[in-house]
């Protein structure tokens, strides 16, 4: 089991950046183990990947923040991180972050699921 807590949302105006963090409540060495991904919600829409990092550090994005957000991890705070850089209106939406420990290649179905934290992005 597996407990995850997102914090750093906030308002920003576009072209601004931020800083997701979540972090996760299970042992260091569990943690090392999982995959991780970050996933978000816009209002009336279903949720959408945005990026994922496995064991070894691998990484994937979806097409419209490539280039724009970075995801990383600390295996040693068991915190996993969303750099989010020239952020536009269209990013405003709940973040989530999700863990796994299948680790399905090609897959984005987590069993592990935070609460969300709110980002928007003003004009």
């Known amino acids: 089991q597996v407990q995850l807590v997102e914090t750093g949302g906030g308002s920003v105006q576009a072209g601004g950046s931020l800083t997701l963090s979540c972090e996760a409540s299970?042992?260091?060495?569990?943690?090392?183990?999982?995959?991780m991904a970050w996933f978000r919600q816009i209002i009336g829409k279903e949720r959408e990947p945005v990026a994922a990092i496995g064991r070894y550090g691998s990484t994937k994005y979806g097409n419209s923040v490539k280039d724009r957000f970075t995801i990383s991890r600390d295996n040693a705070k068991n915190s996993l991180y969303l750099q989010m850089n020239n952020l536009v209106p269209e990013d405003t939406a709940v973040y989530y972050c999700a863990a796994d420990f299948r680790c399905v290649e090609d897959s984005w179905d987590y069993t592990y699921w935070g609460q969300g934290t709110q980002v928007t992005v003003s004009e």
């Open positions: 299970t042992s260091k060495f569990a943690y090392s183990a999982y995959c």
